[in-house]
Structures are given as structure tokens and as C-alpha cells.
């Protein structure tokens, strides 16, 4: 298995730009979850999803973040518009049995200028 | 809530014991991970805990108490590739971290 696979992995744009951040779950697990990580606040999770339904999204900061889950094989995390304060690193991660944890993709890391 | 809890950093030598210790206050429990991360790599998993006690698993291992809010990771014979970040989580599917312990081994 090719592992979570996160596109792209490093991201520049400008205040004001939509951005979308893609990720494709490992095959089989049933849940899907879009974290954020800096320096200051650590891993925050934004939004999980069983099932491809949306379940939790407490963890999103504000309406210029949305997230989708079309299918078993697909999501998508979008920005717009995007401030500098949205500069982070965003992790994808999959999982089915907790027993074996969840798996994280290599990451987008996006830089808003 | 969630509230999880770890030292920053520690430090420790090359073939040593570490233990890293970590307290939480969660709601609906469902389990105890810790995963590993070094610099600009994605988290990965290293052990999972729902039961008390001690699950061993080669140089690493994992302890929890439910009654006491309590984990720790304990990494044996250290090596200088050990050196990363150490991440604890709870929570139920909705797992919380902890702001991590940077462990630095030394020769």
C-alpha cells in the first residue's frame, strides 16, 4: 500500500487565494481526518470523517475553511480566502482498527504570504 | 474536553533508559497512543494502550492507568535515530495530541 498521499507537498500563495489541499486515504480505512500543525499550538485536528461523512467539525477556525470527502478514496481540505496566519503544515490521516493507529500522510506545508 | 500533558524536551545518553511520561483528562476515552516524529516528517504510530498496564514492543514500550490519568513511553537502549519528537493522544475517534516531548540522545 502506497501509504496516504497528500498533494501538494509544499504550497506558496498569496493572502487572499483559494487554496486546496488533496488527500487520498489508505484503501479499506473508514476514517478520514485533516489535522494542522505549528509551532505554537501543535497538532489540531480540524474536521474527521466515517464513512465519507463529515462527523466532527468543531476543529475548523472559521467559514474560510471547508472540507469534502466525495468518495472512499478522495478528500479534499479548500482555504478561501487565505490569510498568513493559515501558514501551518496540514496532515491527512487514515484509519480503521485503532488498534494499529491512524496513518498520516507526509503533509502539505503551506506558506501564505 | 480533551487536556493532555508532556514534558517539552529531555535529554538523554546514547544506550540509556528514557522514560517520557504524559497525564490526561479526556472525555469519552477510548485509548492511549504515541506516536514519533522527527523533524519535518509526518507523526507515525508507535503504540496503542485501551487497557492498565504495560504493552512491551522491542526497544519500546508503553504504559497506562486509567484510574490516574496516567501514560508513559520508555525507549531502551537508546540510539541517536531515537531522537525526534514524542506525541501523546487520547480521546475517542477524535484523537487530541499533546504539544510533544523533543527527546535529544547524546553520545
Known amino acids: 500500500d502506497a501509504g496516504v498521499i497528500q498533494s501538494p507537498r509544499h504550497e506558496v500563495t498569496e493572502m487572499g487565494q483559494e487554496v486546496t489541499l488533496r488527500c487520498k486515504p489508505i484503501s479499506g480505512h473508514d476514517y478520514l481526518f485533516w489535522y494542522r500543525q505549528t509551532m505554537m499550538r501543535g497538532l489540531e485536528l480540524l474536521i474527521y470523517?466515517?464513512?465519507?461523512?463529515?462527523?466532527?467539525d468543531s476543529g475548523m477556525p472559521e467559514d474560510r475553511f471547508s472540507a469534502k470527502m466525495p468518495n472512499a478514496s478522495f478528500s479534499t481540505l479548500k482555504i478561501q480566502p487565505s490569510e498568513p496566519r493559515d501558514s501551518a503544515v496540514y496532515f491527512c490521516a487514515s484509519g480503521g482498527d485503532s488498534y494499529y493507529g491512524y496513518t498520516f500522510g507526509s503533509g502539505t506545508r503551506l506558506t501564505v504570504v | 474536553g480533551q487536556n493532555i500533558d508532556q514534558p517539552t524536551e529531555m535529554t538523554a545518553t546514547e544506550g540509556a533508559i528514557v522514560q517520557i511520561n504524559c497525564t490526561y483528562q479526556t472525555s469519552g476515552f477510548n485509548g492511549l497512543f504515541w506516536y514519533q516524529q522527527h523533524a519535518g516528517e509526518a507523526p507515525t504510530f508507535l503504540s496503542y494502550n485501551v487497557l492498565d498496564g504495560l504493552e512491551e514492543k522491542g526497544r519500546f514500550s508503553s504504559f497506562l492507568s486509567r484510574s490516574k490519568g496516567y501514560s508513559y513511553l520508555l525507549l531502551k537502549e537508546l540510539q541517536m535515530k531515537d531522537s525526534a519528537s514524542y506525541l501523546c493522544a487520547g480521546g475517542g475517534n477524535k484523537l487530541t495530541f499533546g504539544t510533544g516531548t523533543q527527546l535529544k540522545v547524546e553520545l
Open positions: 470523517f466515517n464513512n465519507n461523512v463529515p462527523i466532527d
